[in-house]
C-alpha cells in the first residue's frame, strides 16, 4: 500500500507545551483502551530509570504506532531529539534500539542531577512523539493532561459550574433559570465587545445544559453536559445538531429522537455536524447503527499496512425512520469522528451532505500507560496516534477530508439542494441555517 506519508520529512522540534491540544488536537480517541504488553525485548533493559523510561517508549511506538516504522528510523528521531536538547553532535550515531540505550548513558551521565536528567528525559521523550506523522498528533502525557483528556472526551468541564454562569443555586426552579437566562440574554445582547460576546456564548451552554430536565438531571449527576442541540425549523423539518461524540451522545440520540417520534407532517431533517471536534470514536458502531441498520460495514482504520473492518451493533431508530430527506451539513471544522461519520452517511446515501470539505482529521489516538516511570509524584503516559481512518473510497481522511455533495461556495447550490428533494420549504431552511448559524 502506498504510505500515506513521506518517512523523511524535516523535524519539528516542540518541547514540552505546557497545556494540553485536545479534541481539535486530538482525532478519534478510545477511552477505555488497555493495550496488550509489548513483546520481550531481545537484550535486557538497563536499571537507569531514565534510560528504561525511554526504551518503554521506544517499545511502545514500534509496537502501537499507525504506520511501521524501522529502528533506523525512529532511533534517528531520538538521535536528532538529542542533539537539539544538548547542543552536541552525536558521533557514530547508532542504529538500533541498544545502540540508542548505549548512548543515552553517555549522555545521561554529563547531565548531572536527577532534575536535569528528568527534564532532559521527558524533553526528549516528548520531541520523539510530536514528530511521528502527523506531526504534532502523538503526545507525551503527564497524569494531569490524561485526566483532562478523559474529562474532554467525557464531555465533563469540572473549571465551570454552570449554575453560577447563571448566578442561580442547584435548587432553582425551571421557571427561575428561564426568566434568569433571559434578562441576562437581554443585557449581553447590547454589548457587542469580543468579551461580551464570550459571556453570550457561556450563558447560552449553561442555559443549554439546564432549560432541559433530562440533560440537567444528567449534569447534576455526572457532570457530563449535552452534546446535541434540536429545534422544529418548521412543523415538517427538525433540526439536530451534533456539537460532539461522547459516551453518552447515543443515549442522547434516542432520547431527543423518540420527543420527536411519529409527529405528522414532520419528514424532514437538517442533521448538522459543523464544528463537530470528534471525540469518543468507539462508540461509532452503536452511533451509526440507527442511520443505515444493524450488521452493516461502517467504517476501516488502517494500521501497520492492515485494514480493520468495523461493523454497526445496533439497528434502525424507530424515531429516524420517518425522515425521509435527509440533509447533512459539513465544514472545514468538522473533524475526526464527524469526518468518519460523514463519510458513511455519504457512502450509504442516508442524506446528502451540504457545505464545505472537512478538516482531514483522520487519526486515531490511544493512551498507553508506562510501568516504566521517573518520577514517584508523577505518572506519564503515551499519548500515540494508533490508526488512520479512511474515508468512503477507501483513502485516508488524513490531509484530504470529505468532499460535501453540494458545496455552498458554488452559487448555484440552492437549485442543486432543491434538485435533490423538489422541496422548496427544505431548501430554505438548510438556507436559514446556514446563514444564522
Do not use: C
Not at 464544528?275 to 442511520?291: E, K, M, Q, S, T
Not at 425512520?321 to 442516508?350: D, P, R
Not at 481512518?389 to 439542494?417: A, F, H, M, Y
Request: glycine fraction near 6%.
Amino acid at each position: 500500500m502506498v504510505k500515506f506519508f513521506q518517512k523523511h520529512s524535516p523535524l519539528i522540534f516542540l518541547i514540552i507545551i505546557p497545556v494540553i491540544l485536545l479534541l481539535g488536537l486530538a482525532g478519534g480517541y478510545f477511552i477505555g483502551h488497555k493495550p496488550k504488553a509489548p513483546p520481550k525485548a531481545a537484550v535486557s533493559i538497563p536499571k537507569d530509570k531514565y534510560v528504561a523510561f525511554l526504551s518503554e517508549i521506544y517499545d511502545k511506538i514500534k509496537e502501537n504506532y499507525w504506520d511501521k516504522i524501522t529502528d533506523e528510523q525512529l532511533t534517528n528521531i531520538f538521535i536528532l531529539g538529542t542533539e537539539k536538547l544538548t547542543g552536541q553532535p552525536q558521533p557514530n550515531k547508532p542504529k538500533d534500539k541498544v545502540g540508542f540505550q548505549k548512548m543515552l548513558v553517555k549522555v545521561l551521565k554529563d547531565l548531572g542531577p536527577d532534575e536535569k536528567k528528568k527534564e532532559f528525559t521527558t524533553q526528549l521523550a516528548d520531541i520523539a512523539l510530536v514528530n511521528l506523522q502527523p506531526f504534532g498528533r502523538s503526545r507525551l502525557y503527564s497524569q494531569k493532561e490524561e485526566v483532562s483528556l478523559k474529562n474532554t472526551v467525557e464531555n465533563k468541564n469540572p473549571e465551570v459550574d454552570q449554575y453560577q454562569v447563571l448566578n442561580l443555586p442547584k435548587s432553582a426552579s425551571s421557571e427561575e433559570i428561564k426568566e434568569n437566562y433571559q434578562q441576562k440574554t437581554q443585557e449581553l445582547e447590547k454589548d457587542k465587545s469580543p468579551e461580551g460576546q464570550q459571556k453570550l456564548a457561556q450563558l447560552e451552554k449553561a442555559y443549554q445544559v439546564l432549560a432541559d430536565e433530562d440533560n440537567r438531571k444528567t449534569y447534576d449527576e455526572s457532570g457530563v453536559e449535552p452534546t446535541m442541540e434540536y429545534r422544529l425549523l418548521t412543523p415538517h423539518i427538525f433540526y439536530l445538531h451534533i456539537n460532539k461524540f461522547s459516551p453518552t451522545t447515543i443515549d442522547e440520540l434516542l432520547r431527543i429522537t423518540d420527543k420527536f417520534s411519529n409527529r405528522e407532517g414532520l419528514n424532514s431533517l437538517v442533521l448538522d455536524l459543523r464544528n463537530n471536534i470528534g471525540g469518543a470514536i468507539d462508540g461509532l458502531p452503536y452511533f451509526l447503527g440507527p442511520f443505515i441498520g444493524n450488521d452493516q460495514y461502517a467504517y476501516q482504520f488502517y494500521h501497520q499496512g492492515e485494514k480493520e473492518d468495523f461493523k454497526t451493533k445496533i439497528g434502525w431508530l424507530p424515531g429516524l425512520v420517518q425522515y425521509k430527506q435527509v440533509v447533512i451539513l459539513i465544514n472545514e471544522e468538522t473533524q475526526s469522528s464527524a469526518e468518519v461519520m460523514a463519510a458513511i452517511l455519504k457512502k450509504y446515501n442516508t442524506g446528502i451532505l451540504v457545505g464545505t470539505p472537512t478538516k482531514g482529521w483522520g487519526t486515531v489516538e490511544k493512551v498507553f500507560e508506562l510501568t516504566q516511570q521517573i518520577d514517584p509524584q508523577e505518572k506519564y503516559s503515551v499519548f500515540l496516534v494508533h490508526s488512520l481512518t479512511l474515508r468512503d473510497d477507501g483513502q485516508s481522511i488524513e490531509g484530504k477530508g470529505v468532499d460535501p455533495v453540494i458545496n455552498i461556495n458554488d452559487q448555484n447550490w440552492e437549485k442543486q439542494l432543491y434538485a435533490y428533494f423538489h422541496y422548496d420549504e427544505l431548501t430554505k431552511a438548510v438556507k436559514e441555517v446556514l446563514k444564522t448559524n
